[in-house]
């Protein structure tokens, strides 16, 4: 179970900071608010999720399977973690 773990957070890596810098802008344009910057990231990740690794490196997936993580796995990490990043948001 660690092990999944891990791999999911060497998989986020790529998405998470990109995504949350273009959030953080965002959400500074429509308000500033941190719901706002919540609800950008809930878009932007699986946004970048899509160009990173379907278009750009389609690849890299062979790569995250073989570590025992499927196709579903990874986009249902990057839709949890967007969702637990707009409730740590918007209860702040």
């Given at each position: 179970?660690?092990?999944?773990l891990?791999?999911?957070?060497?998989?986020?890596?790529?998405?998470?900071?990109?995504?949350?810098?273009?959030?953080?802008?965002?959400?500074?344009?429509?308000?500033?608010?941190?719901?706002?910057?919540?609800?950008?990231?809930?878009?932007i990740?699986?946004l970048?999720?899509?160009?990173?690794?379907?278009?750009?490196?389609?690849?890299?997936?062979?790569?995250?399977?073989n570590?025992g993580?499927?196709?579903?796995?990874?986009?249902?990490?990057?839709?949890?973690?967007?969702?637990?990043?707009?409730?740590?948001?918007?209860?702040?």
């Open positions: 179970m660690l092990r999944i891990l791999n999911i957070l060497l998989f986020q890596r790529n998405i998470f900071f990109v995504s949350y810098i273009i959030s953080i802008a965002l959400g500074i344009l429509f308000g500033g608010k941190l719901q706002n910057i919540g609800l950008c990231f809930l878009v990740a699986p970048n999720h899509f160009r990173f690794y379907e278009i750009k490196n389609k690849n890299e997936y062979y790569y995250y399977y570590l993580l499927s196709n579903i796995m990874l986009w249902a990490s990057t839709l949890v973690i967007g969702l637990i990043n707009l409730l740590i948001l918007i209860s702040i």
